[in-house]
């Protein structure tokens, strides 16, 4: 990939910084008119060498690459080149395999490897000789440029910006990645399953593909049973962590002394930084066998792999999120409130439910909401934990599967990218996107609006 | 009874439940406290407990006789032809050979196929190719006897940490009667030790507990976090300084900062979605590999740093932009001149809790396929390589026993790792937080 033009150019590039500067140095009106400094030279020149000739390599890359298999492609013999798309693609591989001087299985044309080596050879040795020669010529007319009191400051400062934006704007492309890559998978999914069987089916088994075009490979696609899983762990984590973590909130911003506060916070923030992968190991090895125990000495029928064990597991890793979303949130209900509350002769609880909390509510249900779409989101406990089968229950005891689970199981390992079952993982995980944004982007929005109101 | 009398009491006993409400109330708070602590220490008790023993491991040392005639017999000291010699009849004869060592066995008196199978299983199943290493590092060795310390296979190893049962029947045990009863013949001359699992810390992963570590997976993880770090943190901190700086007050700024804060709280497994389909479907990045696994960690920890990043340039007072500004800088001097350095530490500390957290993280790299079974350690960042906690999850999957406490084990490890990134960021922040 590093060629010896790369390696030319940045040579160049790094000797330019010094021409530039020293260029600079024997012009002496050039930084009294300018206001720029001499290593500003430098670099103008270190710019102007490098970078049109580095975006020029870069675009050549990337059009040879896409006309080098086409032209390729063509030049297989009709007789050797097979019918199906993505049969060409494999075959082509090989090609491009045996080309580089590895070994194919297959039986490959040695025209068209001869015809790749060829067209390989002359593309790399066209894109060494033209970009060599435009990072020489753009050095040579900016270093000229030098001379006539050109602002080089200026022209650095812009561009500095423009890679500053550049690099905010890829917050903005991460999602648009996010959504399109789902969205590209998610239709081709909706073009083999209806969208009705999807969101009302009662039947979850996707099976695995195991030759291309079998009949059997046909699963079914009802999602319901894996929403209902994710609903009832999610249920089980925050019948836990809801209680929990808001009573050692209250607890702690409004009857802890400063020294309890100071120890007890960081602490209860220790179960925040603890990998996931932990609390799935905790939850399959410690808190499911212990469950699948007692029930069993209760006589109810157990697995050890429960949703009971992956929701009160995730239960408490959500309860850091409740406990110091909603600390901040009362902590900002205004004192004033207290006082007069107190004046008419509250006691502190009664303060705390009558008052603060009524006062802290949006900010409260927020928190709540974050901490679900954080369960919801969660995988390795419940691929650990929670087991496999799609199963409608409500029963704690027994396995449930959850969103998560699924696309992990479906996408991990070899197997074709195109088949219905990988595609039904990137419309599980647009769904998950979906139900998270909302959740999110509500909550974002009510704890900015709470933090004006008492600001 | 007087009327008032009777409202004085119910006044009191108004005003007593009032008080046992409120104690009830503080009691539920200090309850929710305390149950929050105690699953904290169950959590990281339960995980000590079994990790702790996982540091050291058993050895058995006995002779071996390096016969020649099994080895080289033409005297070639032909690396090729020592090689190929048959390691394993010369380290299964070395093994049955033990028990006369002990005196547990009269001289000439042979074993049965099944005593003979029970007492090769006492070793690791990796001892012939140990001793091959061995020889072929020193050619001097063969026609001797020498003596070799060699991994116990892991059911001693459990057995003599207590993990076997022995009141269960014979056959529902992985050690036999006999095979429990050599055990203790052989701790009694000092033929098995504990001593501290190197090869925890020395190898890749293995299918045999005993020779199972974690290596590759830390330079796994070292390789994923390194290209986090080169990515993340130049992006995370240009954007934050464009955002605070130089961003005009506009519906695209606006858009930006609401997508970092969304970005944010994606779950990480979208994150991995997003991987798949573009850099290893789109770009064709090798599966596996370091690489694509830590671009994928640094679009999730790119929204963490810029958020402190911010939180440090807005630390900075304007007045330092203001006397920078007078002396006739320009903006973009006043910041990399002033407010950069200033606002650095911050950026670092909120760099290092983002990579802790990269460090942590499971679910996106599952779809990057870095979750397979990896011997080689990984020696550069398109190696197909695994990370520490997709090791984690690997081996608490493994039914054999021996996997438990090395999983537990490597998770001490990883929680060592985070410890001591957070303390290093706490440290930073400690010593070069100013007040203004």
Redesign the interface.
């Known amino acids: 990939m590093f060629d010896i033009s790369l390696y030319f150019i940045f040579l160049l590039g790094l000797s330019s910084y010094y021409i530039g500067k020293n260029r600079a140095k024997k012009n002496i009106n050039l930084i009294t008119e300018t206001g720029g400094l001499e290593s500003h030279y430098g670099m103008y020149l270190v710019i102007w060498t490098i970078l049109p000739a580095f975006i020029f390599y870069l675009i050549w890359s990337v059009i040879s690459n896409y006309l080098i298999k086409e032209a390729t492609l063509g030049s297989i013999p009709n007789d050797l080149l097979p019918n199906n798309l993505s049969m060409q693609k494999l075959f082509l591989d090989s090609i491009i395999v045996v080309a580089k001087g590895g070994s194919s299985l297959s039986k490959v044309p040695e025209i068209s490897v001869a015809f790749y080596q060829n067209f390989a050879f002359y593309s790399t040795l066209g894109k060494s000789i033209s970009t060599i020669s435009i990072s020489l010529i753009s050095f040579f007319i900016f270093y000229k440029k030098i001379d006539s009191n050109v602002r080089a400051?200026n022209f650095l400062?812009r561009i500095?910006?423009v890679?500053?934006?550049i690099?905010?704007?890829?917050?903005?492309m991460?999602?648009v990645?996010?959504i399109l890559?789902?969205i590209?998978?998610t239709t081709k999914f909706f073009q083999d399953v209806t969208i009705f069987e999807y969101f009302f089916g009662l039947l979850w088994s996707p099976q695995m593909a195991l030759r291309e075009g079998q009949v059997a490979a046909e699963g079914s696609f009802g999602a319901v049973p894996v929403f209902a899983g994710t609903f009832l762990i999610t249920i089980i984590a925050m019948a836990l962590a809801g209680?929990?973590?808001?009573?050692?909130a209250?607890?702690?911003s409004e009857?802890a002394s400063k020294n309890t506060r100071k120890i007890?916070k960081p602490?209860?923030e220790?179960?925040a930084?603890?990998?996931?992968?932990?609390?799935?190991?905790?939850a399959?090895?410690?808190v499911g066998p212990f469950i699948r125990r007692t029930s069993e000495s209760f006589g109810l029928a157990s697995s050890s792999e429960s949703a009971l064990a992956a929701g009160l597991v995730m239960g408490?890793m959500i309860?850091p999120f409740i406990?110091s979303l909603s600390d901040d949130v009362i902590n900002s209900v205004p004192q004033s409130l207290r006082e007069a509350s107190f004046g008419v002769g509250a006691?502190?609880?009664?303060t705390?439910?009558k008052v603060i909390i009524p006062a802290a509510l949006p900010g409260i249900v927020a928190a709540f909401m974050?901490a679900i779409?954080?369960a919801?989101?969660?995988?390795?406990i419940v691929?650990?934990a929670a087991g496999l089968s799609a199963k409608l229950t409500a029963n704690p005891l027994d396995s449930v599967t959850t969103v998560?689970v699924q696309?992990?199981t479906l996408?991990?390992g070899d197997h074709e990218?195109d088949s219905t079952k990988t595609m039904a993982?990137?419309a599980l995980?647009m769904t998950?996107?979906a139900i998270?944004?909302i959740l999110?982007?509500y909550a974002?929005r009510v704890v900015k609006k709470y933090r004006e109101k008492y600001d | 009874m007087t009327n008032i009398d009777v409202l004085e009491d119910k006044k009191d006993k108004l005003i007593a439940k009032r008080y046992s409400k409120e104690k009830r109330f503080i009691l539920f708070g200090r309850l929710a406290i305390s149950l929050t602590i105690i699953f904290l220490t169950i959590l990281l008790g339960s995980i000590v407990l079994r990790g702790i023993s996982g540091f050291t491991t058993t050895t058995i040392t006995f002779d071996v006789n390096l016969d020649k005639k099994l080895i080289d017999p033409e005297s070639t000291n032909d690396k090729k032809i020592i090689s190929s010699a048959r390691w394993r009849k010369i380290t299964r004869d070395s093994i049955y050979n033990v028990l006369n060592e002990i005196n547990l066995v009269m001289n000439g008196e042979v074993l049965s196929k099944a005593e003979q199978k029970s007492l090769v299983r006492l070793f690791s199943r990796s001892s012939e190719y140990q001793i091959k290493d061995i020889v072929m590092d020193d050619l001097s060795l063969i026609g001797k006897t020498i003596n070799v310390t060699l991994p116990a296979a892991s059911e001693v190893d459990q057995f003599l940490k207590g993990r076997i049962d022995q009141s269960l029947p014979e056959d529902d045990r992985p050690l036999n009667n006999i095979q429990i009863s050599w055990i203790k013949h052989m701790v009694d001359n000092d033929m098995i030790n504990r001593t501290f699992n190197s090869n925890l810390f020395t190898k890749g992963d293995s299918r045999n507990a005993e020779e199972a570590g974690i290596l590759g997976a830390l330079m796994g993880s070292f390789f994923a976090l390194l290209i986090c770090l080169l990515i993340s943190f130049p992006l995370g901190v240009m954007a934050s300084v464009y955002l605070e700086e130089f961003a005009p007050k506009n519906r695209l700024t606006d858009v930006i900062e609401v997508n970092i804060n969304n970005l944010a709280a994606v779950p990480s497994i979208v994150f991995g979605l997003l991987g798949l389909a573009i850099f290893l479907n789109v770009f064709n990045l090798p599966r596996s590999s370091p690489l694509a696994g830590g671009l994928v960690l640094a679009l999730m920890t790119l929204p963490t740093i810029i958020i402190s990043s911010r939180a440090a340039i807005k630390a900075v007072p304007p007045s330092i932009r203001e006397a920078a500004m007078g002396l006739g800088a320009s903006k973009m001097q006043s910041v990399t001149h002033h407010v950069l350095p200033l606002a650095m530490p911050g950026m670092l500390t909120g760099t290092i809790i983002g990579l802790a957290q990269a460090l942590g993280e499971t679910a996106p790299l599952l779809m990057m396929g870095m979750v397979a079974f990896i011997v080689d350690v990984p020696q550069s960042i398109t190696d197909p390589a695994t990370v520490l906690p997709a090791q984690i999850f690997l081996w608490s999957d493994q039914p054999e026993r021996g996997f438990e406490e090395k999983t537990a084990a490597a998770i001490m490890v990883l929680l060592g790792f985070l410890l001591t990134m957070n303390a290093l960021a706490v440290f930073l922040r400690n010593k070069f937080e100013r007040k203004w």
Request: net charge neutral; proline share 2%; no cysteine.
């Open positions: 400051k400062e500095i910006l890679f500053l934006f690099s905010s704007i890829i917050a903005i991460t999602t990645g996010i890559s789902l590209v998978e209680p929990v973590g808001l009573f050692s209250i607890y702690l009857y007890v602490t209860i220790v179960l930084g603890v990998p996931t992968v932990v609390y799935g190991f905790f399959a090895l410690v408490i309860i406990s006691t502190k609880s009664e705390i439910k974050l779409s954080r919801i989101g969660e995988t390795m691929v650990m998560t696309i992990v996408l991990v990218f993982a990137f995980g998950l996107f998270t944004l999110n982007i974002i």
